[in-house]
Every structure is written in structure tokens, then in C-alpha cells.
């Protein structure tokens, strides 16, 4: 017995011990002070990437910071994405929406958002292997976008109006490309006397009621939503909305 243990010990100390090599994130793109603030805060100090193959789409500078475009590209990594952050690092309410594509829609994301001034942006992809891919950009504005007095307010009569859908779907080859706006005035709570009022929760079904693709939204996102998505299914597609107040909407898109 004794020799048998001796044996097996000079096997384990004659083995190569094997270290998982780290993880080199790069350099920031769009250099921040923030960044570590938000990969503690939203990634929870998770291993990450900055990787160009996730991109951002805005302007470069705001015309009007209540309605920015933005698109969030993560195509590249199609087949490997469970999730997708936004945030943009210096708005009072940094948080812009998360993404969880299903089967049968693609890492693509188009959204219009609000802007308090010249900040970061970023989204962060999760794939299957535990990693986040960072993408980023920078977006420069006069300012205000966040605390700027609502629009969707000053109309007569919005109240009748809030959930309903405008939408319509666009073929690209053997694919399509939903365009949806959604009333709602997304009060943000940065106005005096306004409580906050907005939607939070967003799925898209298929016509079997299986759900293709989920969302968590955030004040930061700009009134009367406007949402792109792109679809590999076919078929009816229907929109299930929920604000934080309760109220549930829903609507149908050929």
C-alpha cells in the first residue's frame, strides 16, 4: 500500500497543473471614469470584452435629446446571445432596457431613448459562455432630455390613448423587420408633482403563444416607445405590455 501511494503521488506532482489563461478586456473605446462603477453595478464584475463585433448606432449628437435613436446590433454573435444590456453612463436614470431574444429573433434592437447630456453608451451582451461583449459609443447633447417637460402631456385627451400600438411589419428576404410605437408618456419621475409612470415589461409572442423574445424597459427609455425588431419567424406576432402601474396592453401585427 505504501508504494502504491508513493507511486500516485509522484504522478500528481509530476503533472502539469493547467490554469485557465485570463480574460483581456482591451481597452475602453469611449474611455469612461464610469466603467468600473457599471461593471460592478450591472455586471456584477462578470468577465467581459470590449468587442466591436457588438455595435451601437446613434448619433453623434442629439438634436433632440427626449428622441434619440438608437440601435443595438449584436448579429454577429446570432446563435450564442441569452441577453442584452443598455445603459447610457451618465443619464440621472442610467438603465435604458434589457434584451432576451428568443428562437426566431434576431440580436437586433432598435429603440429611441432620452439623453440628459454628452455621455457613453453601452451594450453589454452576454453569450453562452458566460462572457459579456461590450459594445460602445458616445453621443454628444445640448442637454435636458431626461428632465425636459413631456410632450405626450400637453396633448388633449392622451389618456384615451395610452397603449395603443402602431405597428407594421416589413419583409427583408426570408426574414422581416417589425416596426412598433406604443403610446405612453414614460414619465420618469424627474418632474415635480409627475410620479413615475411607465411601461416595464414587454414580450413578443408568436401566433402559438410561444414567446419569442422578452424586455424589461427603464424611464430612460423616450415617450410614445418606439421598438424595432428583426424576425426570422412567420406568422401573426403579438405585443403584451404591462406599465408599472398594472395596466396591460396588447396588440396584434400581421
Keep these: 500500500m505504501r508504494l502504491w501511494v508513493l507511486y500516485l503521488g509522484g504522478l500528481l506532482l509530476s503533472s502539469p497543473l493547467v ?19 457599471y461593471h460592478r453595478q450591472i455586471l456584477a464584475d462578470a468577465p467581459f470584452v470590449f468587442d466591436e463585433r457588438v455595435k451601437l448606432l446613434a448619433p453623434p449628437f442629439a438634436e433632440d435629446a427626449r428622441q434619440v ?14 441577453k442584452i444590456l443598455a445603459w447610457a453612463e451618465l443619464n440621472p436614470l442610467p438603465r435604458i432596457v434589457d434584451f432576451a431574444p428568443g428562437a426566431g429573433v434576431q440580436p437586433w434592437l432598435s429603440i429611441r431613448i432620452r439623453i440628459e447630456q454628452a455621455t457613453p453608451l453601452r451594450a453589454a451582451v452576454l453569450t453562452r459562455d458566460g462572457l459579456w461583449h461590450v459594445g460602445s459609443a458616445l453621443i ?22 395610452v397603449g395603443q400600438v402602431l405597428g407594421a411589419r416589413y419583409p427583408r428576404g426570408g426574414a422581416s423587420r417589425l416596426r412598433l410605437q406604443v ?11 409627475i410620479p413615475e409612470f411607465f411601461l416595464n415589461q414587454a414580450q413578443l409572442l408568436d401566433a402559438d403563444h410561444r414567446v419569442l423574445a422578452h424586455l424589461e424597459l427603464y424611464p ?14 412567420t ?17 396584434a401585427i400581421p
Excluded: K
Design 140 to 161: 454628444d447633447a445640448a442637454g435636458g432630455g431626461c428632465t425636459a417637460p413631456s410632450v405626450v402631456r400637453s396633448q388633449p385627451g392622451w389618456e384615451e390613448h
Design 69 to 82: 435613436p438608437l440601435e443595438i446590433d449584436a448579429r454577429a454573435l446570432a446563435g450564442e446571445v441569452v
Design 220 to 233: 430612460a427609455v423616450s415617450e410614445n416607445p418606439s421598438l424595432g425588431f428583426d424576425l426570422q419567424a
Design 235 to 251: 406568422g401573426q406576432t403579438r405585443l403584451l405590455l404591462r406599465d408599472n402601474n398594472g395596466n396591460q396592453f396588447e396588440a
Design 19 to 37: 490554469f485557465a489563461a485570463p480574460i483581456e478586456p482591451g481597452p475602453d473605446p469611449v474611455p469612461s471614469v464610469m466603467w468600473a462603477y
Design 183 to 193: 403610446s405612453h408618456p414614460m414619465d420618469n419621475g424627474l418632474l415635480n408633482g
